[in-house]
């Protein structure tokens, strides 16, 4: 069950070559899910059965400050914003049962942690702001500016867990509020770690040239980014001693692209440029988080570096009509110390944190295909296509007393081949405009974690999904959407590959998905 309310608000005041804009955005989105599993797990003798219930409360607050002014060949640009973001799982409940071959269930009371109610809280905000300054000399734009960005986040979480008086009293699945307060006792788990605060600061100045012709355009510039990132939190097995980690950065991120308008209907790109990636909070906070029960456990890494990405890329385009596309693209990436995620060695079950390798390239071929086809004057078929083939390697330093199994592998998360698919009807009635489209999705094979210590890597199957959304917007202010997700309810699978065989580690359906949607524009 989920419920979205959003509002938009938008005032713009003009005088000549002046402008100022203001944008306010709010979204508020409450869910309530609820999830059963049951089957084997290696760490019990009985089979086991679980019910998760997990309310969340996620807002956003954006406000945008932009203006524009012009003075003949010169012109500036501005703008500042502030936004807020909360996130809550407000009394998560999970209970889990155990039952033997005749149907008999009991209570979980061998791990007492896993009967209990969680919340979370996470407040961000983010203030960034922009100064850009051009001169135009016919063909010929220069560009300086300045960007600066703040954010800053911290996370708490609560814990109270259920110890049982009598297990074998907890065997109704259907009323699990029954014997439960008289037959428990909650015990609220007191963990001075449970808190940390991050933040990043970028400061950026940059240099761009631009030249526009009739055949030719270009783009040339720098970029500098002066940043510092940085995570405090308590030890998680010494909560007495305050630990953090300091990210602090210097970049030169230069760019260039190119337009070559070879005839009226075919156009040749080239464009190269160094980019910065780096580390989400998330990433860097050292606490395990587990999504649903006897899943995949996920623990940051405070001390992950930067990614430095060199990017290439070579694009020609055919446009036979104005909305007819033929594209096709070679593209290529040089990371260094790309950030991945690697199995980490744990008693029981599965965790997983996240390390950087050494580096990284990624080539291969992009087919791009889009026709409009035009079926009478208020309606059209619309068809697109895109084919991505692509090979990647990563490699481990193994002079750096590494523990990852495989010093070179392909590059986690990459897949050798994405294709899309979507094809769109369009029918425009009296009042209505109505909009039909289904949209197909693969992604090949891809290295999902990185395997350490012997233990192999582990890779996710090949996945198909196919979607299907109906838009019908009455008036230009009503909004009647009919959306069906996840059609073929594909299974989800992760295997790792050991040395003399393939485990399965994950099965999994996630369902299909079907919604309505009412709006109204004012």
Request: glycine content about 6%.
């Amino acid at each position: 069950q989920r419920q979205d309310y959003s509002g938009l608000t938008s005032l713009y005041y003009g005088y000549k070559e002046h402008d100022i804009r203001f944008n306010s955005l709010y979204i508020q989105s409450n869910s309530n899910s609820f999830r059963e599993t049951n089957g084997y797990h290696f760490d019990y003798l009985d089979s086991i059965y679980t019910r998760r219930y997990t309310p969340t409360k996620r807002s956003l607050f954006i406000n945008q400050l932009s203006g524009e002014s012009k003075f003949n060949n010169f012109g500036v640009d501005w703008g500042v914003s502030y936004a807020k973001i909360k996130s809550t799982e407000d009394n998560r409940r999970q209970l889990v049962y155990l039952y033997n071959d005749e149907g008999e269930y009991r209570i979980n009371d061998i791990d007492i942690l896993d009967n209990h109610r969680f919340s979370s809280y996470l407040n961000e905000t983010e203030l960034a702001t922009r100064l850009n300054l051009n001169y135009t000399l016919k063909k010929v734009r220069f560009d300086v500016g300045y960007d600066y960005k703040n954010k800053v986040r911290d996370f708490d979480y609560e814990q109270t867990i259920y110890n049982f008086d009598n297990a074998n009293l907890m065997n109704d699945i259907n009323n699990p509020d029954y014997n439960l307060e008289s037959n428990s006792q909650s015990i609220k788990i007191i963990n001075p770690a449970s808190k940390y605060d991050a933040s990043v600061k970028i400061h950026s100045t940059y240099l761009l040239l631009g030249y526009k012709s009739d055949k030719f355009v270009f783009n040339i510039g720098a970029r500098m980014e002066k940043s510092i990132q940085s995570i405090t939190y308590r030890d998680q097995q010494q909560p007495l001693y305050l630990r953090g980690n300091l990210l602090d950065s210097i970049s030169i991120l230069p760019s260039a692209n190119f337009k070559f308008n070879l005839s009226k209907n075919d156009i040749l790109r080239f464009t190269t440029s160094k980019t910065l990636s780096r580390p989400g909070f998330r990433e860097v906070a050292p606490f395990e988080y587990t999504e649903v029960f006897a899943g995949m456990k996920t623990i940051g890494n405070p001390n992950l570096r930067n990614s430095d990405n060199y990017n290439a890329d070579l694009r020609y385009e055919r446009y036979n009509k104005s909305s007819d596309l033929i594209g096709v693209t070679v593209f290529g990436k040089y990371i260094k110390n790309p950030i991945e995620k690697t199995m980490l060695a744990t008693a029981s079950g599965q965790l997983q944190s996240f390390m950087n390798a050494d580096y990284a390239y990624i080539y291969g071929l992009e087919l791009e295909y889009k026709k409009l086809f035009k079926i009478d004057s208020t309606s059209d078929f619309r068809l697109g296509a895109n084919l991505t083939l692509l090979q990647s390697v990563a490699k481990i330093d193994t002079t750096s007393g590494t523990i990852q199994t495989n010093t070179i592998r392909p590059l986690q998360g990459a897949s050798p081949i994405l294709f899309n698919l979507d094809a769109s009807y369009v029918k425009n009635w009296k009042n209505v405009e109505s909009t039909i489209t289904l949209s197909y999705n693969l992604y090949g094979p891809r290295l999902w974690s990185v395997g350490i210590q012997e233990m192999g890597d582990v890779y996710e199957n090949t996945v198909n999904t196919m979607n299907l959304t109906v838009m019908n917007t009455i008036n230009d202010k009503w909004g009647i959407n009919l959306s069906v997700k996840n059609i073929l309810n594909p299974t989800y699978k992760t295997t790792q590959r050991m040395i003399d065989k393939n485990v399965n580690l994950n099965e999994y359906k996630i369902g299909v998905n079907i919604g309505v949607g009412i709006s109204y524009n004012f």
